[in-house]
């Protein structure tokens, strides 16, 4: 054995050991540890922070990381909103359902799938926009904003810092955009709470479907048999007790979430709202 054999063991077992607590267990996994897989596998939504404000240089961290994801035909069809103002930020929580994590987080950065800037550019050199006005482009937009985010999320947590997505925001995405003078042809797609987490409030990881569950080789197969989703029904009941919330199984969960209209929470009205923002979805 090398010594840099010796000398890499440790981290390797740190990489084995962040994928055993994203399972709770289940089959090994060998690989080279590194800090950017160590960032990833650690991540946790953070609902509890400290009042302390987010620095700027991390936000400019942030914005710089979520600019270098990539973007389709380099179109870079999003934007970002910087929410710190406290008034600001618990009207945009009310209309999220007065969430604790938005209520302490001293920084919520609204994410924008932004199609009004390139049609502004092509108004400007007197050429037409006739492509944004289909379903791929709205599209593209939000996977646009997506992408970024989670490089944001990635450099964030890097630095030691918590974050939490809010998809509530779409609970009425009109009243989003009044708040934040989004032009016509943009529209919120989410929310991330950015803070110090709170030390005495920690968050844990939260188990996942097994990597058998969610994996298909060359064509799509049957879905995860009934005894390892009942198994991860139990692994996240005790997660669920260990973060003192309430215990509800996943498959349950998920029963629940889709069953009625009324669990969309409004949102059921999106293709609406969309067209009325500016978005034709043709």
Request: net charge neutral; charged share 20%.
């Amino acid at each position: 054995m090398t010594l840099s054999t010796v000398l890499a063991s440790p981290v390797d077992d740190r990489l084995d050991a962040l994928a055993r607590e994203r399972y709770r267990g289940g089959p090994a996994i060998s690989g080279t540890w590194n800090e950017t897989l160590d960032a990833i596998l650690s991540h946790r939504s953070v609902r509890s922070y400290l009042p302390s404000p987010v620095p700027t240089e991390v936000v400019d961290i942030a914005i710089t990381a979520a600019q270098s994801a990539p973007t389709s035909s380099n179109l870079q069809a999003w934007s970002v909103v910087v929410v710190e103002d406290t008034e600001k930020k618990a009207r945009l929580n009310a209309v999220a359902g007065n969430q604790r994590q938005i209520a302490e987080a001293p920084l919520l950065l609204v994410w924008i799938a932004d199609l009004a800037r390139p049609r502004a550019i092509a108004t400007e050199r007197g050429g037409g926009a006739e492509g944004l006005d289909y379903l791929e482009s709205f599209l593209l937009g939000v996977i646009d904003a997506a992408l970024a985010a989670q490089n944001a999320v990635v450099a964030l947590e890097s630095l030691g810092f918590g974050t939490c997505y809010i998809g509530a925001l779409r609970n009425n995405p009109e009243l989003v955009a009044k708040e934040l003078g989004l032009p016509e042809g943009a529209i919120a797609v989410f929310g991330l709470t950015v803070g110090a987490p709170d030390p005495a409030r920690p968050a844990g990881v939260k188990p996942r479907l097994s990597r058998s569950a969610v994996v298909h080789h060359e064509r799509y197969g049957e879905t995860a048999p009934r005894r390892s989703l009942a198994d991860y029904d139990a692994v996240l009941k005790t997660f669920q007790a260990e973060q003192a919330m309430p215990q509800i199984g996943w498959t349950e969960q998920v029963t629940n979430r889709i069953a009625t209209v009324q669990s969309l929470k409004g949102r059921h009205l999106l293709k609406d709202v969309v067209r009325k923002l500016g978005f034709a979805l043709r």
